[in-house]
């Protein structure tokens, strides 16, 4: 069974990976900072990125689902240039390292993969947990709701893959 790499786009996001044997990695989006007239700023680090998906067990035979970003109403337009950007940064990667890849949206793979479950950014956690209990220990804070996403997001994928 190939590995099924899992991406929850955005700065804040996570990439989460089920390999062959049933064990789950689970690895922040790579930013890095950067300066700006306002502070600091955070942006993609590509590199970091490809370094991530091309480690041992992870790249092999693998195949991996994103979620697909999109604009929302009454956004901003630095905001909205900054999702577009990043998702095509990932999926750019994504085709650069030639790892096949399925674009999802958040409504389909949340339906089939959060069924029953409330809407808020908790209850990805919980789901996660109860589906990959091992993986209690790496879910444990409210800012992991971007891995529990991208946990979710591969096991989409695993269940509509192939």
């Not at 955070?42 to 999109?70: F, M, P």
């Not at 650069?96 to 339906?111: D, E, F, N």
Request: include cysteine; charged fraction near 20%.
């Amino acid at each position: 069974m190939p590995t099924h790499i899992g991406i929850d786009p955005g700065v804040s996001g996570a990439i989460a990976a089920i390999l062959e044997d049933g064990s789950v990695r689970f690895f922040d989006m790579p930013v890095r900072k950067v300066k700006s007239g306002k502070g600091a700023k955070s942006e993609y680090d590509a590199s970091e990125l490809a370094s991530i998906l091309q480690l041992d067990g992870i790249y092999c035979r693998s195949h991996a689902t994103i979620e697909r970003q999109q604009s929302m109403p009454e956004q901003g337009v630095a905001s909205t240039f900054k999702t577009g950007f990043g998702f095509g940064l990932l999926v750019g990667v994504l085709a650069g390292l030639k790892l096949p890849y399925t674009v999802v949206s958040a409504v389909t793979w949340k339906r089939r993969m959060m069924d029953g479950m409330g809407k808020e950014k908790g209850a990805s956690i919980l789901r996660a947990k109860q589906l990959f209990p091992q993986t209690a220990g790496e879910l444990n804070l409210k800012k992991h709701h971007g891995r529990a996403d991208a946990l979710l997001i591969a096991a989409y994928g695993r269940l509509t893959s192939f």
